[in-house]
């Protein structure tokens, strides 16, 4: 009889399991799981998404980061690891058309990894752009904030031409704000690198950068476009970056702002010119049809 009673017994509480577990599946998501299963299943199909603060009207920034953090987890757990870091709202103008202070913070990954040269599908795009930036490679590690410009330089291996290659996919990319681009982790996707050189004495404020498209000019601006200061934005990121929890280990890149004005990425052979930085090139292809 004892060994029967505990065979029921066993099977009551397996039972009550599967209730348990059935009624967590049913249980409704959370304001900010719904955003995240919404962001990462459009990501996954190809089609935009809505702002965080449409799905979260009283989403503050703070919050906005936690999410960010919890979407750059969930790529990690997949094994799309963070290779650095980016900055965003990186003008006057930026912020003040989004109507904040202090610009943002976003993480690189390693799959959107690429080399001048490369070949870039527009598969998987849903709003792509292109910015022209500058990359900074750290020699050494960073785990508190830098308090100068001077102490920063002696953190910093190189510098590279950058073009990043944003996927801004809102559902209506005109009406976003700060906390959304925060949530969105900056519309981060992939970014096309040159050469790395050493710093040396090259003026990086005064440095001319221009892209062109099938030999038309598309883009231009120099360093200072960035926050008026290559440096001080650098500076301005780096700390962004430790302030929400982040750390940059050796060999980490760090991208500051944009270099004259975004623009849509269109198919094409593009070719950005960097002045003493010298160059990089890639071509965009269209996305081709699927079979029907």
Known sequence: MARRLDRTGIALVGLAATFLAGCAALAPLSGQDRYLSDFQAAQRSGRTFSPATEVLPN???????VLQRRLVASEERFGNVVIGFKGGLMSAKSLADRGVTEPLVGSLFISGDLSSGAGVSLCGYRRAAFELKLGYIFRSPVTEKVATVDDLAALVDSVQPIAELPDIAYRDDKTYNAVDMAAANISSARFVRGTARP????????????LSRDATRVASGTGRDSLGSQWESLRTVVNLVIANGGRIAPGKIVITGKIGAKGDLLPGYYSADYDALGALNFTVSKCASRPG
């Open 199 to 210: 710093l040396g004495t090259i003026d990086l404020d005064n440095l001319r950068v221009s």
């Open 59 to 65: 989403l503050t920034l703070p919050e906005a980061y």
